[in-house]
């Protein structure tokens, strides 16, 4: 990609760096002090949508390295987000785990879920693959169900008390927003600096021909399992937040429908891009919003729907996002960032 004029490496440090300007600098501060006092001057609705997209960046950024760096379809992002919350649940709920330690164990116990569908995705691919990670879902519900009713609760599911370090507890919206700002921040770092690294692009080699990938050297089965494991981590982490967030953990807050709008934000944000993981998720949780707010004039205009219209409406916002996206923007809205910031730069010449 093309650097601002003037602007260019002198050492391999350099090269690496994200931010070479002054002006990207003052960027990225400016965002990270608007994030910051955000819930000092904004209302407790924007907050609240804040926190629930924070926490979907996680679980889709753990996505996005599974499916968008190493081309591994998966349609069960929710369930290993699903087994990160009610294992970090029930560790606070029956061991008395202090958060910082609940939240992490649960990360793991759904990367560990996730990796059995990367040992899955060694043989199969495409449409079988996508089938395998939508048995996910039914294995978690049908597990968490039927397992006794003092680990996980059953259907009656799991109430937690919140987070809290020390005497200081995670008790109101603006405390938990910056809990889950704070992780979200860690995560979506280290996800950048994992696919800039050796394994990152062994991921997108065999996303892009695993059979070449293997003739060079590269360990498609291992790479495979860590893809999965790396999106179950995340997943997981994302679900201990939600946990602490809602405090009432139930099957039926982790569905399949819910792993397919974690698809959906990477195709509108950009396969194959953090950042188009994280514009993909505020877009589609900005329609999100925008539906559930019409749903009570769209129920007067259509009585005969009903109650029914907000959830309709869902299905067909994200049938038709898709289907817009993949006809005239398959590379999804980072990729025409990128093509603006390029103009921006070469401007005012053509080409």
């Known amino acids: 990609m093309t650097l601002p004029g003037s602007v260019f490496s002198e050492t391999y440090s350099q090269d690496q760096a994200y931010i070479r300007t002054r002006p990207q600098w003052l960027g990225l501060v400016a965002l990270l002090t608007g994030l910051f006092l955000f819930p000092l001057f904004g209302n407790e609705g924007l907050t609240g949508i804040l ?9 889709v950024v753990g996505l996005q390295i599974t499916t968008g760096y190493s081309g591994q379809i998966n349609l069960g992002q929710s369930a290993f987000m699903g087994v990160g919350a009610f294992i970090c649940g029930a560790l606070a709920l029956h061991l008395d785990f202090p958060f910082w330690i609940a939240i992490p164990l649960g990360g793991v116990a759904a990367a560990l879920f996730g ?26 519900s049908f597990v968490m169900l039927k397992l006794p009713k003092e680990w996980f609760g059953q259907s009656a599911g799991l109430k937690l008390e919140p987070a809290s370090f020390g005497d200081f507890s ?3 919206d603006m405390r938990m927003y910056y809990l889950i700002l704070v992780v979200a921040i860690i995560m979506v770092y280290g996800a950048w600096n994992l696919v800039r690294s050796k394994a990152g692009r062994a991921l997108v080699a065999i996303r892009d021909n695993d059979n070449a990938a293997e003739i ?4 498609v089965t291992t790479y495979k399992m860590v893809a999965f494991l790396i999106g179950g981590f995340y997943a997981g982490i994302a679900g201990g937040l939600w946990a602490y967030y809602i405090r009432y953990i139930q099957v039926d807050q982790f569905t399949l429908f819910l792993s397919v709008w974690y698809v959906g934000m990477l195709i509108v944000g950009g396969m194959g891009s953090i950042l188009g993981a994280i514009i993909g998720t505020f877009v589609i949780r900005i329609l999100q919003e925008i539906v559930t707010h019409m749903g ?13 219209i907000v959830f309709a409406s869902m299905n067909m916002l ?5 289907i817009l996206f993949v006809i005239f923007e398959p590379r999804g809205l980072v990729h025409r960032w990128n093509i603006i910031k390029e103009s921006f730069r070469i401007w005012p010449f053509p080409h």
């Not at 926190?51 to 679980?59: L, Y």
């Not at 899955?120 to 395998?132: E, H, P, S």
């Not at 060079?216 to 360990?219: L, N, Q, S, V």
């Open 296 to 308: 009570p004039q769209l129920a007067d205009a259509l009585p005969q729907v009903g109650g029914h």
């Open 51 to 59: 926190i629930v997209a924070g926490i979907m960046v996680i679980s």
């Open 115 to 140: 990796s059995i569908f990367g040992i899955a995705a060694v043989r199969i691919k495409g449409f079988y693959m996508a089938l395998t990670t939508i048995a996910a879902q039914y294995i978690f």
């Open 170 to 172: 995670f008790d109101t």
């Open 216 to 219: 060079i050297g590269i360990d």
């Open 318 to 322: 994200l049938g038709a996002v898709i």
